[in-house]
């Protein structure tokens, strides 16, 4: 049977492109070589590699506006120290929304001043500081989109004249958002956008070479700027799958299309959270992400019974993260409408089996 996949990553893909990316493991474009084993220099890839990357400017709207798409490696837990590597010169301004701003900031604070502008700490996480005030002085001011473990996002982004970082590895591509606002967005590929194995990073040139210290290669922006993300070899397969869902997104009606159905999908899912007298929302409402729908049980006598009836019906992936437990439905772009209905379906039953 069909799992239905609320992983929060890596995570579900549409079926396409599973079959897709598959027949190109076994052959790829008719060349008796496997996207596995082709050259990362061959036409054939450099193709894959040049719409990747021109799928993603286009999607953003990003088009002659001086943005560079970047398929990298590392994952966004190195986008928290190149960031810094790259921007930071005296002082940095950070928000710190989760677990992973967290990390983002410990990585800055070992190139200069970080200054934590906001945080949600003293909520455990729950919901999304509002009303801070970014330094002028920073050097760049980052944030975190969405926040995959407590399931918030941020739903307006500060206007300032402040260089603007993004982290958005678990809802790109998924809204539509001004996204010349921001002078750099990365995120990681396992949740909207391929498998494990390669991070996008979108970034503004003229941001570059504003800092005095020597970068290393592999982490200077610029470096892969100049060879196209092929200073070294890139992780072919989780690039090309990752071309085949844009694609597929494209022919969705772009991020456009696809913000509605993300929409409808989150909003089935809180009404029957907040119908339910089993259970309970964990992110405070006016901060709850449409991407991680974070909740609990009121009563964990009926844990058992609950997760029978899951694993009956087919659902994978929502217990919470394991710093906060509870339960976790990742709505990612691929996820249809169909495994949310599921999903209720079987906390409606529990309602009349308690």
């Known amino acids: 049977m069909k799992k239905h996949n609320f992983s929060a990553g890596p995570c579900i893909l549409p079926q396409s492109v599973f079959k897709e990316a598959s027949q190109a493991v076994l052959d790829f474009n008719n060349s008796g070589l496997s996207i596995l084993e082709i050259s990362h220099r061959s036409k054939d890839f450099v193709a894959v590699m040049d719409e990747a990357q021109a799928l993603v400017i286009d999607l953003l709207k990003l088009e002659g506006k001086g943005y560079k798409a970047l398929f990298l490696q590392g994952g966004a837990s190195t986008q928290f120290l190149m960031t810094a590597y790259n921007l930071l010169e005296n002082k940095a301004a950070y928000l710190n929304t989760g677990t992973w701003s967290s990390k983002a900031i410990k990585e800055a604070k070992m190139f200069g001043s970080v200054e934590e502008v906001a945080s949600s700490a003293d909520k455990n996480f729950n919901y999304i500081p509002k009303n801070y005030s970014i330094p002028a002085d920073a050097d760049y001011f980052h944030c975190t989109s969405n926040n995959t473990i407590f399931g918030t996002q941020i739903k307006e982004f500060p206007t300032t004249t402040t260089p603007l970082v993004c982290d958005m590895s678990s809802d790109i591509f998924s809204r539509e958002l001004d996204f010349s606002k921001f002078d750099i967005i990365y995120a990681g590929a396992q ?59 494209k022919e969705k009606g772009g991020i456009a299309g696809i913000q509605k159905l993300n929409e409808e999908k989150a909003a089935l899912l809180y009404a029957e959270i907040d119908r339910n007298p089993l259970f309970e929302g964990f992110a405070a409402v006016e901060d709850r992400s449409i991407m991680n729908a974070t909740f609990n049980l009121k009563d964990e006598k009926l844990k058992d019974l609950f997760e029978d009836l899951v694993k009956a019906a087919g659902i994978n992936g929502i217990n919470g993260h394991r710093s906060v437990g509870g339960y976790r439905a990742s709505m990612y772009n691929a996820l249809p409408k169909e495994s949310v209905q599921t999903l209720i379906t079987v906390m409606k039953e529990l309602e009349t089996q308690a």
């Not at 949740?191 to 941001?207: H, R, S, W």
């Not at 970068?215 to 200073?231: E, G, N, R, V």
Request: glycine share 6%.
């Open 191 to 249: 949740k909207n956008m391929g498998p494990a194995g390669t991070t996008l990073v979108v970034i503004k040139e003229d941001i570059l070479g504003k800092v005095s210290r020597q970068i290393p290669s592999m982490l200077d922006y610029k470096t892969h700027i100049s060879k196209d993300s092929m200073f070294n070899t890139p992780p072919v397969f989780a690039v090309y799958t990752s071309m085949l869902t844009l694609r597929w997104l």
